[in-house]
């Protein structure tokens, strides 16, 4: 069985073709860009995959630096937005040596965390974000998980762990308040708003 980053080393080139044309995630980094009142935020696509979000980002006048453990996608990103920094980063271990932030958007990456992961995960975004700083996370909301996935006849150990917001509650309510829940269609995808206690 392949592992988790060999998928998306191997799907890289399809998520970049599909999503730097799919503007589904623009309404919610311009209400996170709001959300900072700064003209231009420095803001942290953790998990940027082939940094379709932080081309995004920078055009809505934000200072942004991408993570992602994949390293094909990193090579995409690098590639298409020449002028943004990537990094090869886990979201399980700090962030600490790119600074501070004005704001982070994880969308997606906490699906492949599990419970027992998650105060981790969200302690190192809370070490990254400035007091007050704002946090867009995007899960899959409910209970259901998969452990593989298979494509094309090849297996790989991607876990898919969907989330409630009183689970993240609960394991990062020490570094975050709850905003808000800003999702605007029901894909069994939610879009909510964190801010930095302190």
Known sequence: MKS??????????????EWYQ?????????????????TKPRILDMCCSAG???????NLGAEVVGADLSKKSL??????????PFYEKDMLFSYADLGKFDG???VGGIIHI???Q???????????????????LVYKDGLARKDSTTVKGVEYARNS??????????????????????????????YCIFRKKY
């Not at 998650?118 to 867009?136: C, D, F």
């Not at 917001?165 to 990062?172: F, S």
């Open 118 to 136: 998650m105060e981790v995960a969200l302690k190192n975004m809370a070490e990254v974000t400035q007091s007050g700083g704002y946090v867009l």
């Open 104 to 106: 982070i958007i994880c």
């Open 22 to 38: 799919n503007e589904t995630a623009l309404p919610y980094l311009k209400r996170l860009v709001e959300y900072t009142h700064k």
């Open 161 to 190: 762990i969907s989330h409630t917001k009183e689970e993240i509650i609960k394991y990062g309510g020490k570094y975050f308040n709850f905003v808000e829940d800003i999702t605007q269609a029901d894909g069994g995808w939610k």
């Open 4 to 17: 988790c980053i060999d998928f998306y080393d191997d799907s890289a080139d399809a998520w970049a073709e």
């Open 114 to 116: 599990e419970n027992s």
């Open 75 to 84: 090579k995409i990103a690098r590639e298409k937005n020449p002028d943004i």
């Open 52 to 58: 379709y979000q932080c081309m995004r980002l920078k």
